[in-house]
């Protein structure tokens, strides 16, 4: 069999080597999308071709796909508004327009193989052109394709981050990857690395997720970006372009309606001329819309974040923002999945915040070393690394009023005995010595308890609780077969509990019951016990406050030294430190009882005494 080429006559086997090299065509991936993506009755509500005018907010981030000077894109998004759909779009334009290694990572590895399954493989094999290149041997977890390989991952799995090099890379949902530990790399920066094979402007990074708090993945991945853009529409009343905002929604404020009255009378507000917008207008101004730079830190640049919120979703109505709003804005766990997952801002509790500001608020005139004149009972905290030492000193007084009056860093054990006993001066000259110092037995722990064993006197060593106690702090037994301190005292503390009681008394005002520290304290002290903060998690279908990391390689140090300074002053009964005051008193009051008044003999005696 021949065919002809242009007026040739080509054997079969040539016409379809030549065919093979036709380079394909050339389009955007929203061109791409428009043109080839089929969507299915399993995984989208709207079955059938794609269109690129139900989401037209999506065709600018996708297109930046193929801007060449872009190597990060950025999509920081609410719920349910495609981002999803974005990312499938570009991985069936790599595998049919530029065939190269590609990965997809998801937060876990489970979740990773039942998109493969149920979603991203009967989404590729809906196209016949990408069918027709896919080998049926192929594992779940691999998908093999003619010139390339496609990779899904788990952020929770390193083995499957770590060894193939990659030219395309997805990363979906980043701030639910899980935390890096100590043993392991962060999971982004393992995935990236493997994009080194390929030069800075032949990789590709897509970076999406909704956000949870400012210290999370992709809120700092937008911060960090050369640019940033935001969505903006045409008003239908002024024709000004301008950005929906949360702010602009109106309701009712009326007492004596219902919550769901309230939100079906919902409008929004145009900010610049106060026209009202409906939703039928903004079915009608969306496909008018355009990303707009509101931020650019560099001239030329490779990294592009774009951001909108619930308000651009086709499929939400004002009154359904409204309405969530109204049901969750009383509840915190509520109100921060709406913060979260509508308005795809970060989450931060204002009443359970610190910060280095706020530290530096609690400095007193007193310099390092000088103990306050109202001070009873010193104690010590110190955090074990794995080259040195963290150690602070706290005063504390009646009503749990205390003052650090050290801090630093030690690189011996000598340094750390040395700190501990030597003798702190009041302010009055009274010289005081630290009554009990907790040091943490989590690392080095053989160490740590050779060193309790000859320093049992003023130290004891602690160990932080994983789960919530009844009380702050116990007292256990050292369980470790064939150490010294083996049968000896062990501290369980409790430092969720310190660290609360830590926060709600850094923002009182210097004086009693506060947190305070010395005249000159440094900033790093005060990164370090700011460097948590309270959230909202939910698990198992609870959701708890804990405390986390600010940010994920933030050090905290100094705050693990407080707590157990605090655990420490517990330990010495430092609740109790004011009914001294009154036992004191009680004690004078009896004396003054117990002096012997005159009878009567002895007082005709005193009043005449001089009768002979």
């Known amino acids: 069999m021949a065919a002809r080429r242009k007026g040739y006559t080509v054997k079969a086997y040539l016409y379809e080597a030549l065919q093979s090299l036709i380079p394909p065509e050339r389009l ?54 495609g981002g999803t759909s974005a990312l499938e779009n570009m991985t069936g334009y790599v595998v049919m327009q530029d065939p190269s290694p590609t990965m997809i990572v998801y937060p876990t590895k489970e979740l990773a193989k039942s998109i493969s399954e149920n979603r991203l493989k009967p989404m590729l094999m809906a196209t016949p052109e990408i069918a027709e290149r896919f080998d049926e041997n192929s594992e779940m ?46 999971p982004i920066k ?43 529409v045409p008003c239908p009343h002024c024709g000004e372009y301008i950005e929906l905002l949360w702010a602009q929604v109106d309701f009712p404020k009326e007492e004596g309606m219902s919550n769901r009255d309230r939100a079906d009378l919902a409008v ?130 009646d009503y749990i009023t205390s003052q650090n009056i050290a801090h630093g860093q030690a690189l011996s054990w000598q340094e750390i005995d040395n700190v501990m006993n ?54 256990s037994v050292i369980n470790k077969e064939g150490s010294r301190a083996n049968g000896m005292q062990l501290a369980m503390v409790d430092g969720a509990v310190y660290k609360d009681m830590i926060a709600g008394r850094m923002r009182k005002e210097n004086g009693r019951g506060s947190w305070m520290v010395y005249q000159g304290c440094d900033e790093e002290y005060a990164k370090q016990v700011t460097a948590e903060h309270k959230v909202n998690v939910r698990k198992n279908g609870v959701t708890k406050k804990v405390w986390k990391p600010k940010t994920q390689h933030a050090a905290n140090h100094y705050l693990d030294c407080e707590c157990y300074a605090f655990a420490a002053a517990d330990m010495q009964h430092v609740r109790t430190l004011h009914l001294q005051n009154i036992n004191e008193k009680e004690q004078q009051e009896e004396q003054a009882d117990t002096v012997i008044k005159p009878g009567n003999e002895e007082t005709w005696i005193q009043n005449y005494d001089n009768w002979l």
């Open 28 to 81: 955007t991936v929203s061109e791409w999308a428009e043109r080839y993506r089929r969507l299915d009755s399993k995984s989208s509500a709207m079955p059938g071709p794609w269109s690129n005018s139900i989401t037209p907010y999506l065709v600018g981030i996708m297109d930046e796909f193929n801007n060449p000077d872009t190597r990060v894109i950025i999509y920081c998004k609410p719920t349910q508004v």
């Open 141 to 186: 977890m691999e998908l093999q394709f003619d010139g390339m390989y496609l990779t899904l991952a788990g952020s929770n799995s390193p083995a499957g981050l770590a060894s193939k090099p990659i030219r395309y890379l997805f990363l979906d949902e980043v701030d639910k990857y899980p935390e890096q530990s100590r043993k392991e790399a962060d």
């Open 190 to 232: 393992l995935a990236m690395e493997r994009t080194k094979s390929y030069t800075l402007h032949n990789t590709k990074i897509f970076i999406t997720s909704t956000p949870t708090l400012k210290e999370g993945h992709i809120w700092k991945a937008k911060e960090d970006a050369d640019i940033e853009k935001h969505y903006f």
């Open 268 to 397: 929004y507000r145009c900010q610049s001329c106060g026209g009202i917008i409906t939703d039928n207008d903004k079915h009608q101004i969306l496909p008018l819309g355009e990303w707009q730079v509101v931020r650019q830190s560099k001239k030329y640049a490779s990294s592009v974040a774009f951001w909108m919120n619930t308000l651009y979703s086709p499929f939400v109505r004002w009154s359904d923002i409204a309405g969530e709003f109204l049901s969750s804005h009383d509840d915190p766990a509520g109100l921060q999945n709406f913060v979260n997952s509508w308005l795809a801002e970060p989450w931060e509790d204002a009443t359970l915040t610190v910060s280095v500001p706020l530290v530096m608020e609690r400095q007193t005139e007193l310099e390092p070393y000088v103990v306050p004149d109202w001070a009873k009972l010193l104690t010590g905290g110190v955090d074990v690394q794995e080259n040195c030492f963290y150690w602070t000193i706290r005063a504390w007084g």
């Open 422 to 475: 030597l003798e702190y001066l009041k302010e009055n000259g009274d010289p005081m010595i630290v009554s009990l110092c907790l040091i943490d037995s989590g690392d080095q722990t053989d160490m740590v308890y050779d060193f309790y064993v000859d320093h049992s006197d003023w130290c004891l060593p602690a160990k932080g609780s994983s789960k919530a106690m009844l009380n702050p702090y116990k007292i």
